[in-house]
C-alpha cells in the first residue's frame, strides 16, 4: 500500500533562518506531488506542485521555493523565512485518476518567530 | 473557488440528526470531486469521492451529491456522531491540468450533544 511521510511536525525558526521540508511517498512510483499551506482556521492554498523529477510549477508568488530530487521526494525550501510564512504545510500525492485516490500526510506546524 | 483568507463557516448539528455540508466548486470542467475532513493539527483524510459522469454516491453513513448545472456538492452525514466534529472541504480535479487537487470553502461541523 502506498504511504505518505512528512517531517518534522513541528518546527519554530527566527525570521531570517533557512527552511528545509521533506515529504516522501512510499509504495508507488511517478506519483503527482503536491504542496499545500493552510493557515489557521482557513482554506487550504496550492503552493507547488510536480508531474516528475526536477518538474515545479509554483501556483503563487512567495518567499518558497520547491525541488524534487527524486520521483517520490519533494521538499520545501526557504532562504529566509518570514513572519508571513508560519502556518500548517501539507505535503499530497495523486495518480492523476479518480481510482488511485489523492492522500494527504500529517502536515508540518511552522512557526517563524 | 479556493477560500485561501476566509474564515471558514460553521454548521451546528445536533447529535444524531443528519448533516448537510454543502461545497460550490469553480470550474465546470472538472473531472473528480473529492470529500474531505480534516481535524484539529491534522492533515485532511478522504472520506468520499465522486466522478464528474455521476450524481450520487453512497459511502457508510455518508452520501455525496453533484449538481453540475450549478457547479454544486454536497455531503450527507447520517445520523452525526461527536466523532464527526471537524472541518470538512470539498476538493476539484481537473485531470488536464496536473491533476491539482484545488479545495472549495470549507465547512466546520459542531455537534451539540
Known amino acids: 500500500s502506498q504511504t505518505i511521510h512528512q517531517w518534522p511536525a513541528t518546527l519554530v525558526q527566527p525570521v531570517g533562518s533557512p527552511l528545509s521540508l521533506e515529504c516522501t511517498v512510499e509504495?508507488?512510483?511517478?506519483?503527482?506531488l503536491y504542496w499545500y499551506r493552510q493557515a489557521a482556521g482557513r482554506g487550504l492554498q496550492l503552493l507547488f506542485y510536480s508531474v516528475g523529477i526536477g518538474q515545479i510549477s509554483s501556483e503563487v508568488p512567495q518567499n518558497l521555493s520547491a525541488s524534487r530530487p527524486q520521483d517520490r521526494q519533494f521538499i520545501l525550501s526557504s532562504k529566509k523565512l518570514l513572519l508571513s510564512d508560519s502556518g500548517f504545510y501539507l505535503c499530497a500525492w495523486g495518480r492523476g485518476r479518480a481510482n488511485y485516490g489523492y492522500t494527504f500526510g500529517s502536515g508540518t506546524r511552522l512557526t517563524v518567530v | 473557488g479556493e477560500s485561501v483568507g476566509l474564515h471558514l463557516p460553521t454548521l451546528s448539528v445536533q447529535e444524531g440528526d443528519n448533516s448537510i455540508i454543502n461545497c460550490a466548486y469553480s470550474n465546470s470542467a472538472s473531472d473528480y470531486f473529492i470529500w474531505y475532513k480534516q481535524e484539529s493539527g491534522k492533515g485532511p483524510q478522504f472520506i468520499i469521492d465522486?466522478?464528474?459522469?455521476?450524481d450520487k454516491r453512497q459511502g457508510q453513513r455518508v452520501t455525496v451529491l453533484l449538481n453540475k448545472t450549478v457547479k454544486h456538492l454536497s455531503l450527507q452525514i447520517a445520523a452525526t456522531q461527536p466523532g464527526d466534529s471537524a472541518v470538512y472541504f470539498c476538493?476539484?480535479?481537473?485531470?488536464?491540468?496536473?491533476?491539482?487537487?484545488?479545495f472549495g470553502s470549507g465547512t466546520r461541523l459542531s455537534i451539540r450533544p
Open positions: 509504495g508507488t512510483s511517478n506519483p503527482n
Open positions: 465522486i466522478r464528474s459522469n455521476m
Open positions: 476538493a476539484e480535479i481537473l485531470y488536464s491540468s496536473a491533476s491539482k487537487i484545488i
